[in-house]
């Protein structure tokens, strides 16, 4: 492998994207047992009244969750809440530091992994562990929002952040939906350039949505689960052959992306999918409803790039996230935590659901928008858990997603993952 300097390193990845920040209580009248003495202390409880704070960064949910808020304002006399809505770069960038204070998200969610381990350290979270509103959820699915023993968060959305499809589109190039190896992944891309479209529309000039993909292609290369924390850690190295695998199949990508994929943001990728131009879009399921919004009317299911020679471990990939919580800091602690208890139940959950076509972690939601209906089998299917959200650094998660971007953009895999690892080893 051809050695490259650190300032070249910087150079080869910043030119991608590389530094960019990236894009889940108690009841009216009930109580929550307060945490250990060193443990983070339950909600406060009292009068449901007086205006919330609620932070997060889906802009696009905002109608949804105006009307849960009226909903929510119609048992309580008095109390309010008011969305505070950032950007999903911002929200990752600058929430930590917006919430210490508690005058904003006395209610807030927060993302898996990084964004969750940093608020927990700084002290933001309250106790959750016996709220009436963790019996809603799935226990399988709470995981994202445990710390240790305490239940800080709870993590309310279910994604899938795998390519979706134009059925009609597979359908009238022949293409198979489930490919069982990466050869017959490329073979249904081939199918589709064939019959005239685009295969895949990939933003990769949005860090945040653009390495959703990175998910799908390193599931059934890593030698093992923890793969991103252990290339933190620095036991794995992303020059390491399994690593360089994967870069080589984003390589074999190429011919199948829209031109500037490297340049693409995620709505002019979200139009060539809505119009028909291409045949999957490489974000995932979280993207349904902008999709629709955009006048797409066509069937759509997910598509997994299976990497595997036919040995897959998983069938694809899940992510639990937008993690809810009651900020420490906060002067209203009671309304907030009754307003994540009212976003827990059932009813609630499954409006938020069929709304936005997102699916949920709470337990008994019935789904009844079709395209929760149609997907709602891969919540049985044997997923891996997203794993660049294992990444505590961002520095490191963005330096290691744009290895992929570069080999996109042709910088050799054997290049892309020595200018990566140099500063993966300066950040570790």
Not at 130 to 135: E, F, G, L, Q
Not at 220 to 241: F, H, R, S
Not at 376 to 403: G, H, I, M, Y
Request: aromatic share 8%; charged share 20%; hydrophobic share 40%.
């Amino acid at each position: 492998m051809s050695q490259i300097s650190r300032r070249q390193a910087i150079a080869l990845l910043g030119a991608l994207g590389f530094g960019a920040t990236a894009a889940a209580c108690a009841g009216p009248g009930g109580s929550t047992a307060p945490g250990g003495a060193t443990g983070p202390a339950a909600p406060a409880t009292g009068d449901i009244t007086g205006k919330v704070s609620f932070a997060h960064w889906r802009g696009e949910d905002k109608v949804v969750f105006d009307e849960l808020i009226q909903r929510f304002a119609a048992l309580h006399d008095g109390v309010e809440v008011a969305q505070d809505i950032s950007t999903s770069n911002d929200y990752n960038a600058q929430a930590l530091q917006k919430l210490r204070g508690g005058s904003i998200g006395d209610a807030f969610a927060t993302f898996r992994g990084s964004q969750f381990k940093n608020f927990t350290e700084a002290g933001i979270y309250t106790e959750l562990k016996d709220s009436k509103a963790v019996s809603n959820y799935q226990e399988g699915l709470l995981s994202a929002g445990k710390s240790g023993e305490s239940q800080l968060g709870l993590p309310y959305q279910v994604v899938f952040p795998m390519p979706m499809a134009n059925v009609d589109l597979f359908d009238k190039a022949g293409a198979e939906l489930a490919p069982k190896d990466w050869d017959s992944f490329l073979a249904m891309c081939e199918k589709l350039a064939s019959s005239g479209v685009i295969p895949i529309s990939w933003p990769g000039g949005d860090v945040g949505n653009g390495g959703q993909l990175f998910n799908c292609m390193i599931a059934n290369n890593a030698p093992v689960d923890d793969m991103c924390a252990q290339i933190e850690q620095g036991k794995l190295k992303v020059t390491d052959d399994w690593f360089i695998k994967m870069l080589n199949q984003y390589k074999d990508l190429v011919p199948y992306l829209q031109p500037n994929a490297t340049g693409t943001a995620v709505e002019p990728a979200q139009n060539l999918f809505s119009q028909g131009k291409a045949a999957m879009l490489a974000t995932g399921s979280y993207h349904i409803a902008a999709v629709r919004g955009l006048g797409a009317q066509f069937p759509i299911e997910l598509v997994f790039p299976n990497t595997s020679d036919g040995n897959a471990k998983y069938e694809g990939v899940y992510n639990a996230t937008f993690i809810l919580g009651v900020n420490s800091a906060s002067k209203n602690q009671a309304a907030a935590a009754a307003w994540i208890d009212f976003l827990s139940e059932p009813e609630n959950a499954a409006y938020y659901a069929n709304e936005t076509a997102q699916h949920v972690s709470v337990k008994d939601v019935d789904y009844t928008n079709p395209d929760l209906k149609r997907l709602s089998p891969w919540l049985d299917k044997n997923t891996a858990l997203a794993a660049r959200f294992q990444f505590q650094n961002l520095d490191v998660r963005n330096a290691v997603e744009a290895s992929a971007t570069a080999v996109i953009s042709g910088t050799s895999p054997e290049q892309a993952a020595e200018a990566a690892q140099k500063i993966v080893d300066e950040r570790i």
